[in-house]
């Protein structure tokens, strides 16, 4: 069965203190992972999408990574603005997109 | 900039009562997806549509049905609200490739079922 673990479910850094959340998965035939970060009470926003193990993309402090069994979003020197859960998704060979539970991340000034 | 809207943010129905759940994409995108979302339980996919009159059922479709008669507009209709379907909804639109393009997400429903 497909499925999509992240962790930590929730992380508190301060200010300026780097850190990585992972997201583990089991699909068949890995389409693309991606990875959106959601505001309270807001829909999820896009960050990033990967394709293949060892592909990397950054986007300002944030930089995704992928294996074939895992992703990590490394989070460096973040700032309280970067607070936010952050949602790893994965779509497979049949299309169908299971999203992880999320990590909440809370910098601290 | 895409722009993905939905009809409500909060809203309050009775057991029992017909809900619609409106959205509306003005990007052009062939594909709509409607979402809910629960502490503990993530977002899980209730129905999506890759074209206008199709539709397809997600991971949770029970209780639920969508229309989509104009290429713009994804609509998710409870024909008898329950309480355990209180939650947050989310649409969400994508490209034309069969889904793999990342999605833009309107900014949610937050429906309470009393």
């Known amino acids: 069965e497909d499925q999509v673990t992240q962790s930590p479910e929730a992380l508190r850094l301060q200010e300026g203190e780097s850190s990585s959340l992972n997201c583990s998965y089991t699909v068949s035939g890995l389409r693309g992972l991606f990875w959106y970060r959601q505001d309270p009470g807001k829909g999820p926003e896009f960050l990033f999408t990967l394709y293949s193990a060892g592909e990397e993309k950054e986007k300002e402090r944030l930089k995704a990574t992928l294996t074939k069994k895992e992703s990590f979003l490394h989070i460096t020197a973040p700032k309280p603005e970067d607070s936010a859960t952050y949602l790893c998704a994965v779509q497979g060979r049949d299309d169908k997109i299971i999203f992880g539970k999320g990590t909440r991340l809370h910098i601290l000034p | 900039d895409v722009k993905v809207t939905q009809s409500s943010r909060y809203l309050v129905k009775r057991t029992g009562e017909k809900v619609f759940l409106e959205c509306v994409q003005d990007m052009d995108h062939e594909n709509m997806f409607w979402y809910r979302q629960d502490p503990g339980l993530g977002l899980r996919l209730i129905y999506f549509?890759?074209?206008?009159?199709?539709?397809e059922k997600g991971d949770i479709p029970e209780g639920y049905s969508v229309s989509r008669e104009k290429k713009e507009r994804f609509s998710l209709i409870l024909e008898s609200a329950s309480t355990n379907q209180t939650s947050m909804y989310l649409c969400a639109s994508s490209l034309p490739r069969t889904g793999l393009d990342e999605q833009f997400f309107g900014p949610g429903t937050r429906l309470t079922v009393l």
């Open positions: 549509s890759y074209d206008v009159k199709m539709k």
